[in-house]
């Protein structure tokens, strides 16, 4: 997975997150991947396995809103500056029964060149 995420998205990754969600009663509240140990401005690639769950976007400033269906195989990219604009979430669902698998890679800072 790591080698077509990578093929995809022209990026480099040294970081895999599994998250398991059971069903749509689980979810991802509003957030931005920003802590200090991602590489700023480098990509993550989120893929996707199981059932189909909404993906939401919302602007840091703007009134600005938008969402996709990341269905079962998708791939999600987030590059450049999106982590300084735009939060995103999982909203839970009750009509979802099934579990799906995602697996965000990201670039973290090697150890001794973290930033401060």
Known sequence: MLALAERLTGARFNSC??????Q?????GWHSDDEKSIVPYS???SLSFGAARE??????HLPVTAKVLL????????????????LHS???SKKIQTPRINL???????PGNRRT
């Not at 993906?55 to 840091?60: L, Q, V």
């Open 17 to 22: 997150l599994l998250n398991l969600y059971h």
């Open 24 to 28: 749509g009663n689980e979810g991802m």
């Open 43 to 45: 990509a993550i690639a």
């Open 55 to 60: 993906f939401r976007f919302n602007h840091k």
């Open 71 to 86: 269905g079962h195989g998708s791939l999600l990219i987030m590059k450049d500056r999106t982590q300084t604009h735009w």
């Open 90 to 92: 999982i909203p839970k």
């Open 104 to 110: 965000t890679f990201r670039t973290m800072e090697e």
